[in-house]
């Protein structure tokens, strides 16, 4: 196998060094090659010394693993001066060849070498600080969805069943309820004569949910719950700030994405930070949903079968979609619910949402290359397509029902 650089260093990272081996053409023997296994910390200073010595020892090539983020240090130093290829640990492991219990370094020393490895995608600078701010954001509207779950317990460690009548019981309603709960009334028509608006109509109900022994404990946890839950609104508010203002470059890309059902524009701002609104990066739609990971699985032998699940993807691109697709599916009349709503039947619900995923990555990589909005097909796409089976389908259901059809044409020239 021909050797494509003939000094390649590999590096195995942790988070307190890297085993790097530098693998160098023979001094004795033409065609032969030597490895030198070294260690190195992880703190800037070490990493530094490290360039100077691969810069020194001639290193045309580095390969690393992307080992949780411990290899970003390494990658964006040494990237200033030497040619850096950071390759996904699980290709590397499928990779046939390694009979010999030899160090992960050298391993992929040997590998680099010989080109058997692929770069996996590192965005530039500012897309990566968009995805820290968008990612972020999510973790931060994660964790203040888990204060309302805590809260609500809490109501039920205490015999208030507000949510059982309130949808939210953070809204403007609930959280005059709280206030006045933690203030100390204990009067339940005096809590449920706090409701606003149409929530006025069940003040009966709120005063029978409402009775319950609310103490000074409860009141206390209500009020860290309540102020945590300020803190993260007022956080995401200066998040949402920071996002827009990053976003201005994209902001026709998210004009594009908002006219999918499903996508809003918080979903929008996700996926372009995750996919860098850029499809030039990604060959093909195939290529975009299998680097998803809502791209079917396809594992087959003698003609069955037997494994269709989704590759692992970007978790924080898959989420997105998921949501996107939820929401797509509620969405009435339109192209994607008559979709999830055919594969349901067949498929379950489950595998009709990773559908509707792979169907709108693969709309927004061809709205994205071509510039182009969202063309909604219509909720009645699959009656058109096929009226002949959708007038089979909907005789069966007749015939189901006891009722004899007898289908006569309508005359078009009438």
Same mark, same amino acid.
């Given at each position: 196998?021909?050797?494509?650089?003939?000094?390649?260093?590999?590096?195995?990272?942790?988070?307190?060094?890297?085993?790097?081996?530098?693998?160098?053409?023979?001094?004795? $023997?033409?065609?032969?090659?030597?490895?030198?296994?070294?260690? @190195?910390?992880?703190t800037?200073?070490? #990493?530094?010394?490290?360039?100077?010595?691969?810069?020194?020892?001639?290193?045309?090539?580095?390969?690393?693993?992307?080992?949780?983020?411990? @290899?970003?240090?390494?990658?964006?130093?040494?990237?200033e001066?030497?040619?850096?290829?950071?390759?996904?640990?699980?290709?590397?492991?499928n990779?046939?060849?390694r009979?010999?219990?030899?160090?992960?370094?050298? @391993?992929?020393?040997?590998?680099?070498?010989?080109?058997?490895?692929?770069?996996?995608?590192?965005?530039?600078?500012?897309?990566?600080?968009?995805?820290?701010?968008?990612?972020? $954001?999510?973790?931060?509207?994660?964790?203040?969805?888990?204060?309302?779950?805590?809260?609500?317990?809490?109501?039920?460690?205490?015999?208030?069943?507000?949510?059982?009548?309130?949808?939210?019981?953070?809204?403007?309603?609930?959280?005059?309820?709280?206030?006045?709960?933690?203030?100390?009334?204990d009067d339940?028509?005096?809590?449920?004569d706090?409701?606003? &608006?149409?929530?006025?109509?069940?003040?009966?109900?709120?005063?029978?949910?409402?009775?319950?022994?609310f103490?000074?404990?409860?009141?206390?946890?209500a009020?860290?719950?309540?102020?945590?839950?300020?803190?993260?609104?007022?956080?995401?508010?200066?998040?949402?700030?920071?996002?827009?203002e990053?976003?201005?470059?994209?902001?026709?890309?998210?004009?594009l994405?908002?006219?999918?059902?499903?996508?809003?524009?918080?979903?929008?701002?996700?996926?372009?930070?995750?996919?860098?609104?850029?499809?030039?990066?990604?060959?093909?739609?195939?290529?975009?949903?299998s680097?998803?990971?809502?791209?079917?699985?396809?594992?087959?032998?003698?003609?069955?079968?037997?494994?269709?699940? #989704?590759?692992?993807?970007?978790?924080?691109?898959?989420?997105?979609?998921?949501?996107?697709?939820?929401?797509?599916?509620?969405?009435?009349?339109?192209?994607?619910?008559?979709?999830?709503?055919?594969?349901?039947?067949?498929r379950?619900?489950?595998k009709?949402?990773?559908?509707?995923?792979h169907?709108?990555?693969?709309?927004? @990589?061809?709205?994205?290359?071509?510039? #182009?909005?969202?063309?909604?097909l219509?909720?009645?796409?699959f009656?058109? &397509?096929?009226?002949?089976?959708?007038?089979?389908?909907?005789?069966?259901?007749?015939?189901?029902?006891?009722?004899?059809?007898t289908?006569?044409?309508?005359?078009?020239a009438?």
């Amino acid at each position: 196998m021909d050797v494509l650089h003939e000094r390649c260093a590999g590096m195995d990272i942790s988070k307190k060094d890297a085993k790097v081996c530098v693998r160098t053409p023979g001094t004795k $023997r033409r065609g032969t090659f030597t490895s030198e296994i070294t260690t @190195w910390g992880a703190t800037t200073n070490a #990493v530094l010394e490290l360039r100077d010595h691969l810069v020194a020892a001639g290193v045309t090539l580095v390969v690393m693993e992307a080992t949780s983020d411990y @290899w970003k240090p390494f990658y964006f130093l040494l990237a200033e001066d030497l040619n850096v290829m950071l390759v996904n640990a699980r290709q590397v492991k499928n990779l046939p060849g390694r009979k010999t219990d030899v160090s992960d370094a050298a @391993w992929l020393a040997q590998l680099g070498a010989h080109g058997l490895v692929r770069a996996s995608f590192v965005p530039p600078q500012p897309i990566r600080e968009l995805r820290d701010l968008t990612r972020m $954001r999510t973790q931060l509207t994660r964790t203040r969805g888990q204060i309302v779950q805590r809260l609500e317990k809490m109501l039920e460690d205490s015999g208030v069943k507000l949510s059982s009548v309130a949808a939210d019981i953070m809204g403007v309603s609930g959280r005059a309820m709280l206030e006045a709960l933690i203030a100390g009334q204990d009067d339940p028509h005096a809590l449920a004569d706090l409701a606003k &608006r149409r929530l006025r109509n069940k003040i009966p109900e709120l005063t029978e949910a409402l009775t319950g022994r609310f103490r000074e404990h409860h009141g206390f946890l209500a009020r860290l719950h309540l102020d945590h839950y300020d803190h993260l609104t007022t956080a995401l508010e200066g998040l949402n700030a920071r996002i827009a203002e990053a976003m201005s470059p994209f902001r026709p890309a998210l004009e594009l994405l908002d006219t999918i059902p499903g996508i809003n524009q918080a979903l929008a701002e996700v996926i372009v930070a995750e996919t860098g609104g850029d499809m030039s990066r990604f060959a093909s739609d195939k290529h975009l949903a299998s680097w998803a990971g809502v791209c079917p699985g396809h594992h087959s032998s003698a003609g069955r079968s037997k494994s269709t699940k #989704v590759r692992p993807g970007n978790p924080h691109l898959k989420g997105a979609l998921g949501l996107a697709a939820f929401g797509a599916a509620r969405t009435k009349n339109t192209y994607l619910q008559a979709r999830y709503r055919r594969l349901t039947a067949r498929r379950g619900p489950t595998k009709a949402l990773v559908a509707i995923e792979h169907s709108i990555i693969i709309a927004i @990589w061809h709205m994205l290359t071509d510039n #182009v909005p969202y063309q909604e097909l219509g909720g009645t796409y699959f009656t058109q &397509r096929d009226p002949e089976r959708a007038a089979r389908k909907a005789v069966g259901q007749l015939n189901q029902l006891g009722y004899r059809v007898t289908l006569d044409p309508i005359d078009s020239a009438a």
